[in-house]
Nanobody, 121 residues
Framework: QVQLVESGGGLVQPGGSLRLSCAASGSILSIYAMGWYRQVPGRQRELVATVTSSSIINYVDSVKGRFTISRDNAKNTVTLQMNSLKPEDTAVYYC???????????????WGQGTLVTVSS
C-alpha cells in the first residue's frame, strides 16, 4: 500500500503565491519521478511539473518561470512553489509518483486525492 497526500491548496488572488506539498508513504522501495498534474472539470488532466530522482525537471510551458518544483528524495516529498498565479491556473492539482513497492510487483503510478487551487479576485 502506497499513498500520496497533498496539501497547500486554497484560494489566492491573481499574482499571489501558493505552495503545494505532497508526501508519499507506505511500502516504498523506490520512486523514480514525482510531480504535479492539474485538471479542470470537463478537460483532460495535464502535466504541470515533474522531477525525477536524478533531478531532471520538466514544466508545462504555461508555468515556466512562475512555478518551481523541488523534491526531497530522502523524505519522499515533492513541493510545487507557485508564484504569479493566474486565473487560468485554477484547477485541482494532483500529486503523482512512479513507484516500486514491496506490496505490488513492477513499477506503477500512484495518484493523490487532489487539492483545489482557486485563483480569483
Amino acid at each position: 500500500q502506497v499513498q500520496l497526500v497533498e496539501s497547500g491548496g486554497g484560494l489566492v488572488q491573481p499574482g499571489g503565491s501558493l505552495r503545494l506539498s505532497c508526501a508519499a508513504s507506505g511500502s516504498i522501495l523506490s520512486i523514480y519521478a514525482m510531480g504535479w498534474y492539474r485538471q479542470v472539470p470537463g478537460r483532460q488532466r495535464e502535466l504541470v511539473a515533474t522531477v525525477t530522482s536524478s533531478s531532471i525537471i520538466n514544466y508545462v510551458d504555461s508555468v515556466k518561470g512562475r512555478f518551481t518544483i523541488s523534491r526531497d528524495n530522502a523524505k519522499n516529498t515533492v513541493t510545487l512553489q507557485m508564484n504569479s498565479l493566474k486565473p487560468e491556473d485554477t484547477a485541482v492539482y494532483y500529486c503523482n509518483a512512479g513507484i516500486r513497492s514491496s506490496s505490488r510487483a513492477g513499477y506503477f503510478e500512484v495518484w493523490g486525492q487532489g487539492t483545489l487551487v482557486t485563483v480569483s479576485s
